[in-house]
Structure formats: structure tokens, C-alpha cells
């Protein structure tokens, strides 16, 4: 019969498993997503085997990295969700602003999850899935209270919870490799968004609308005639470029 672990062993067990994974986590701040079971065995100062012998495999290390990225940015998440007597407006504003640090303070983290975990076979894609799903029942059950609050439908609040968390984590991923304005502008931009929706948006539609009805101009012919005169077998061209024929 296999005998069970000494509970003393298994808290040993589980603190050297966490110095190893947070050895991973360093490793692949330096060495970007790409970083390998080599580099982080080296960082914790072990060999493969060791690493295999904690996580089983690959996939078992890149779990626990997962599991350990999530649970700190959830925590941010969730400090900013549950403020108490907080404007409903800031509890948005801090939330967003918790995850885009977290893109601002671990990018080559937040690739290694983007780039490397989603790609690895095994279960690893279903907890990504799990923690978005995770986060948006959260943002589901303060939107769904805000609305009974304020005597309005709360069956939105499900479905707008879940849109709301695509678009920050879309924007998050977009704003880590443009960086085209400061964290704080864009959690203002993403706030506006989703406290006051798009701004003067009959204007914007009215413009759209002009914008379709507008005669197009003629597309340019792409077509040159054969020297027969037969436009069905002459030579397709790109635009802005003259046939190969009539090159001197």
C-alpha cells in the first residue's frame, strides 16, 4: 500500500513547487516567451530532471506558471471589483487599470500566456477560459446589481459583463504592442467607453451613412487589351503598374 505524505513533506513539497515556478516566472522575464526548460532549470540552479519530477512534464511546468500569472492578476482584480463605497464609474476605472498593469508590469509574462501556453497541448487553453470566464461572472454580478439598483433590466448585465472583458483584454494586447499613449489615458479611453458609450453617436452614424451614399469613383481598369483587341486575353495588373509587355 502506498503510504500517504507526512503533512511537514507536503508543505515542503509545495514551497520548493512554488520557488520553482517563480524561478520559471523570472526566467521568462529576462528571456521573453521564448524562454526554455533549460533556462528555467537554470534560474531555480536544478537540472531538467528536477522540473520533471515536480510537474511531470512541459505542460505541467507552463500550468503552474499560468495558474500562479492568474492568481496574482486576479487579485488586483478582484481588490478593484470589491471596493466598498466606491463610485461605480472608479470600480470600472480600477479595474481596467488592475489588468493593464499587469500587461505594463509582466509583458514578456503576459506573451508567454498569449504566445506559448494557448499553443501547448493539453488542458492549458480551458484554464485561460476558466479565469476569462472566471472574470466576467464577476463584472456580471456588479453590473447586475447597478442595474437592479437602478430599477433597469438586469438581463443585460451578463452579456454586457462578458463583451466589456473581450474588449479590455483585446485593448490590452493591442495597447502592449503599440504603446502609443500612457496606461492612464487609455483606462480613461476604455472607461469612457463602457460608462458613457461612444460619444455624439448620432453624429458619428449620420457621417457613416453619408460616407456609403457617396458615389464611388470608378475602379480603375485592371484589364489591358491582347494586341488582338481582346480584353479576355490580355494581362491582369496591379494597379499602378504597367504589363510586362509594355516595359521598355
Known sequence: MKSRMSPDREVRRQVRRLELVEAAVRAIRREGPGASM???????????????RHFGDRGGLYAAVTTYAFEGLDSGLQRALQSVDTPPRQVVSNAIDAYLAFVEQAPELYRFLAQRV?????????????????????????????????????????????GIVGMVFAAGAWWLERRTMTRA?????????????????????????????????????????????????????????????QRQ
Not at 528555467?40 to 520533471?52: F, S
Not at 494557448?118 to 456588479?142: H, K, M, S, W, Y
Open 38 to 52: 533549460e533556462q528555467m532549470a537554470a534560474e531555480a540552479g536544478v537540472t531538467k530532471p528536477i522540473l520533471y
Open 185 to 245: 489615458r487609455l483606462t480613461a479611453y476604455l472607461t469612457d467607453l463602457v460608462c458613457d458609450g461612444l460619444p455624439d453617436l448620432e453624429s458619428l452614424t449620420a457621417g457613416l451613412a453619408a460616407d456609403i451614399t457617396t458615389d464611388p469613383q470608378p475602379a480603375p481598369d485592371l484589364v489591358t487589351a491582347a494586341p488582338d483587341g481582346d480584353p479576355a486575353v490580355g494581362e491582369v495588373v496591379a494597379i499602378g503598374r504597367t504589363p510586362r509587355r
Open 118 to 162: 494557448v499553443n501547448e497541448p493539453g488542458n492549458l487553453q480551458e484554464t485561460i477560459d476558466d479565469f476569462t470566464t472566471r472574470v466576467g461572472r464577476d463584472v456580471a454580478l456588479i453590473l447586475g446589481e447597478a442595474l437592479r439598483a437602478a430599477g433597469a433590466d438586469s438581463g443585460a448585465a451578463e452579456p454586457w459583463a462578458f
